[in-house]
C-alpha cells in the first residue's frame, strides 16, 4: 500500500512535452493495426466493380476457391445478412457501402463485389484479381456541374438554407458587387496508413482490432450491423496514423468480420491505396456562388453564398460550404444554401475542416476581390463587418479575438509595407505577391465518460475510449490529468483507444481533446477529493468514473469557435505556370494551448494541407467509365518538402479561456490550420499577377492560361 501525500506542482499544460509514446514510435514498438500478430491469422482482398452501375450478372468462383492458400469468396449470395435499418453515432442510416454483399446492384465503380479469403496476403490478392465477374452494365452518370437541375438542399448537422432580409433589394442598393463562382475539386485524405482491420471471435466476443478515431463508434456500429449485444463487441485502435476523418465505420470491418464468423479465425482485411479512393470517403467537389453587396466604406449590405457539392445514389452527404459565413460576416440581406446531387459515385465523408476548408476559400476570394473593388486594405475590410453575434444564430460570442489575430499576424508578417496594388513585385522571372484569408472552426464538446484510478504504487491510471490520430492527444490528455490530479506526468498512465473503456467523443470535429479532457478533469477532481492525505490506497486502487453528458447538456448556448488569421507570399512565373509559396504565417486564437509542441505541429500541418488544396490536390474522374484517373499518390499530387516553404504559426490571448460556463477553456485545433488557407495563397497570386484564380487547384496551365486571358483558366 501506498500513503497519499500532496504537493502542489508547477502546471504542466501549457508547457512543452515530447509524445510520451513518442519513443515507442520511432523504435518500431508502437505496432499499428496491420501489423499486430494473431496465431491462424488468415488474409482478406476484397474485389471491387469495375463498372459505374449495373448489376452483378455472374461469378465464377470455382476456380479461385481451388487456388493454393483460398479459403473462401463471400459475396451477395452466400454472406451473412446483416441489418443496416438503424440510425447510429451520426444520426442517420449508415451507409450501405457498410452493407457488404447484401444485393447485386452496383451503384459505383469501386463498389465492393466479393472478398476472396487466403492462407496469405499475396494468395488473397492473387485470387481476388483473377475473379471473373460479369455485370448487367447500365448508364451512369459522374458529370458534377453547377447548373444541375436535380441538386435540392440538405440539412445535414446544420440547416440547409438560411436566409433574412431582402437579397436583390440591397445588392441593387450596394455601390460595390461581387458576384462570382469559385470551385475546388474532388479531394482525397491520403493518410500515411492504410485503413485494417482484424476481427476475431473469442470467447463468445467480437474482438476487433482497427485503425480508427473512434473505437466505440465503429463498436456500435458492428453491433447493429450483426444484431450483437454492445457488451458483445469489443474494437481497439491504439495506435493510428491519421484520420482526417477518414476513418470510421467502413466497409473492411465488416468484411474482416464476415469472415471471422464463416471462417472462425482471425481474418485481416487491408485496404490498398487504390481501394481507397472507393471506399475511404473523400471530400466532395464544391461549386459555390458569392454574391457580395457593400457600401462605399466595404460594409456588407448583401451577402449570398450558395454551395453545391455531391453525394452517392444510395447515401446522403452533404459537404457544408455555405455554412462559412453563418459565423464570420453579417449583412442586412444575408442567404445561404447547401444543396447536393446524386451522382453514381462513392459517398463522401468528413475530410479536414468539412465545408469550413472549400467554404473559406470562396469566402475569404470573395472578400479579397470586394476589397479591391472598395480600394480599402484586405485586413480593415474585415474588421469593418466583424459582428457582434453570430449573423444566423444571433447567440455571442464566447471570445471572437479575430482582430486580434489579424493585428498581430499583420506586424509579424511586415503587411503595413505591402503596395496593394498587383504584379509590381518581381525577382528575375519571379512575380511576386502576399495574400490574407480569415479562419474559422467551431469549438464543440460532446458527452464522454472517463475512469481516473489512484494505484497502490503511488501512480495514476486514465481510461478513456479516446483516439490519438496522430495529434498528440495521449500526451495532451495525459499533461490535463497531471493537472487534475496535482501530480507529475510521468505519474499519470494515459490509456486509450479501446471501447470497453465505454463511451466517448470521437476523434473529430475538432472535440475529441476538449470532451475528453473535461471528462478527465471531471474524475480526477472526484478522485482527489476520495484520497485523504496519510491514508493507504488498497492494491486495487481507488477508481472513478465520470459522465460528461448533464455538463455539457447544461452548458449555456453561445457561439463558440476558434478563430485565426493567415498571412501567404507566393512567387508566380507566368511563362512556366510555376507558383511557388515562399513564406506562410497563422496566427490563431485558440483558447487555452494544452502542449505548445503538438499544437504547433497541427497548425503547421493544417496550413501545409492547404498549400496541398490550393496549388496541387485534385481527383479527377474519368466520365466515360465513372472512374477516376491516376487512384494513387503517383496521379493524386499533394504537397511534398520541396513545396513547403518556412511556415510559423503561433497563438495570441483568446478570451474564451475566460469563459465561467466552460471549465476546461480548451478548443480544437485540428483543423483550424487548413481553413482560410488556400484563400491566402489564391489572394496572394492574385496580389503577384493581377489575374484571380477561382478554381483549384492552380495549375500551371491555369496559370499560364490565365496569362493569356485564355476563359478556360
Not at 452501375?53 to 468462383?61: L, P, V
Not at 482485411?269 to 462605399?296: C, D, E, H, K, N
Not at 475590410?381 to 493585428?407: H, I, K, Q
Request: aromatic fraction near 6%; glycine fraction near 10%.
Amino acid at each position: 500500500m501506498t500513503t497519499t501525500t500532496t504537493t502542489r506542482l508547477k502546471s504542466a499544460v501549457g508547457t512543452a512535452h515530447i509524445r510520451v509514446e513518442g519513443r515507442d514510435k520511432v523504435t518500431g514498438a508502437a505496432r499499428y493495426a496491420g501489423e499486430i500478430p494473431f496465431a491462424e491469422l488468415a488474409h482478406g482482398w476484397l474485389v471491387l466493380s469495375t463498372v459505374a452501375r449495373g448489376r452483378i450478372r455472374a461469378m465464377e468462383t470455382a476456380e479461385i476457391l481451388a487456388m493454393p492458400g483460398v479459403l473462401a469468396v463471400l459475396h451477395h449470395g452466400n454472406a451473412p445478412r446483416v441489418d443496416s435499418d438503424y440510425v447510429g453515432l451520426l444520426g442517420g442510416p449508415p451507409d450501405p457501402t457498410c452493407a457488404l454483399f447484401q444485393q447485386d446492384r452496383v451503384p459505383f465503380m469501386g463498389w465492393p463485389v466479393a472478398l476472396v479469403v487466403a492462407e496469405t496476403s499475396e494468395q488473397a490478392r492473387e485470387a481476388a484479381e483473377a475473379l471473373v465477374v460479369e455485370y448487367d452494365v447500365e448508364p451512369h452518370d459522374v458529370g458534377f456541374t453547377a447548373d444541375r437541375p436535380d441538386a435540392y438542399p440538405v440539412d445535414g448537422h446544420m440547416p440547409a438554407v438560411t436566409a433574412k432580409g431582402d437579397l436583390e433589394a440591397e445588392l441593387a442598393a450596394s455601390a460595390v458587387v461581387v458576384d462570382e463562382e469559385y470551385t475546388t475539386p474532388e479531394e482525397h485524405h491520403s493518410m500515411m496508413e492504410p485503413h485494417a482491420a482484424t476481427a476475431l471471435w473469442e470467447g463468445g466476443r467480437l474482438e476487433v482490432v482497427d485503425s480508427n478515431q473512434g473505437t466505440t463508434w465503429v463498436a456500435g456500429e458492428l453491433a447493429n450491423l450483426f444484431s450483437l449485444d454492445p457488451a458483445s463487441v469489443r474494437v481497439r485502435s491504439e495506435h493510428v496514423g491519421g484520420g482526417f476523418g477518414s476513418k470510421g465505420a467502413r466497409a473492411h470491418q465488416v468484411a474482416a468480420v464476415m469472415a471471422a464468423t464463416v471462417l472462425q479465425r482471425p481474418v485481416r482485411v487491408v485496404l490498398t491505396r487504390r481501394q481507397m479512393f472507393s471506399l475511404a470517403g473523400y471530400r466532395s467537389p464544391t461549386a459555390q456562388r458569392l454574391r457580395l453587396g457593400a457600401g462605399p466604406d466595404g460594409r456588407l449590405r448583401a451577402l449570398e453564398h450558395r454551395s453545391l457539392s455531391l453525394t452517392s445514389s444510395v447515401h446522403e452527404f452533404i459537404e457544408p460550404s455555405a455554412g462559412v459565413p453563418r459565423v464570420m460576416y453579417d449583412a442586412d440581406a444575408h442567404h445561404t444554401a447547401n444543396r447536393v446531387v446524386r451522382l453514381d459515385v462513392p459517398t463522401p465523408t468528413f475530410m479536414r475542416a468539412p465545408g469550413e476548408a472549400p467554404g473559406s476559400f470562396a469566402l475569404e476570394s470573395a472578400l479579397d476581390e470586394l476589397a479591391e473593388k472598395c480600394g480599402i486594405d484586405p485586413i480593415e475590410l474585415r474588421a469593418r463587418n466583424e459582428p457582434e453575434r453570430g449573423p444566423v444564430s444571433g447567440l455571442p460570442f464566447s471570445g471572437r479575438n479575430l482582430n486580434g489575430c489579424f493585428r498581430e499576424g499583420a506586424r509579424r508578417f511586415g503587411w503595413a509595407d505591402r503596395d496593394p496594388r498587383p504584379g509590381l513585385r518581381t525577382e528575375g522571372r519571379w512575380l511576386l505577391g502576399t495574400g490574407t484569408a480569415a479562419a474559422s472552426f467551431p469549438a464543440g464538446a460532446a458527452p464522454s465518460t472517463a475512469a481516473v484510478t489512484a494505484e497502490a504504487d503511488g501512480t495514476f491510471t486514465v481510461r478513456i475510449s479516446a483516439a490519438d490520430i496522430g495529434t498528440g492527444a495521449r500526451t495532451a490528455l495525459t499533461l490535463v490529468a497531471a493537472d487534475a490530479l496535482e501530480a507529475a506526468p510521468d505519474r499519470v498512465r494515459v490509456r486509450i483507444g479501446d471501447s470497453d473503456f465505454g463511451p466517448a467523443m470521437i476523434a473529430g470535429g475538432s472535440m475529441g481533446t476538449r470532451s475528453w479532457a473535461w471528462a478527465i478533469t471531471a474524475a480526477a477532481g472526484e478522485l482527489r477529493g476520495r484520497l485523504v492525505p496519510g491514508c493507504d490506497i488498497p492494491p486495487e486502487g481507488i477508481t472513478v468514473r465520470s459522465d460528461t453528458t448533464e455538463a455539457i447538456g447544461a452548458l449555456e448556448k453561445k457561439e463558440r469557435h476558434t478563430f485565426g488569421a493567415q498571412f501567404a507570399e507566393v512567387a508566380v512565373d507566368v511563362a512556366t505556370g510555376e507558383v511557388r509559396v515562399r513564406r506562410m504565417l497563422g496566427i490563431f486564437a485558440a483558447g487555452r494551448i494544452v502542449n505548445p509542441l503538438t499544437a504547433r505541429n497541427q497548425f503547421l500541418g493544417g496550413m501545409t494541407w492547404g498549400i496541398s488544396m490550393a496549388l496541387h490536390e485534385e481527383a479527377v474522374r474519368d466520365r466515360a467509365s465513372g472512374g477516376h484517373y491516376g487512384a494513387d499518390l503517383a496521379g493524386y499530387h499533394v504537397a511534398t518538402h520541396a513545396d513547403v516553404p518556412a511556415i510559423e504559426a503561433d497563438w495570441i490571448e483568446d478570451p474564451a479561456t475566460d469563459d465561467p460556463d466552460d471549465p476546461v477553456g480548451i478548443k480544437g485545433i485540428g483543423e483550424i490550420g487548413i481553413v482560410g488557407a488556400a484563400a491566402a495563397i489564391a489572394n496572394a497570386v492574385w496580389h503577384a499577377t493581377g489575374v484571380r484564380h477561382r478554381a483549384l487547384p492552380i495549375r500551371p496551365d491555369r496559370v499560364i492560361l490565365a496569362g493569356t486571358g485564355d476563359p478556360r483558366a
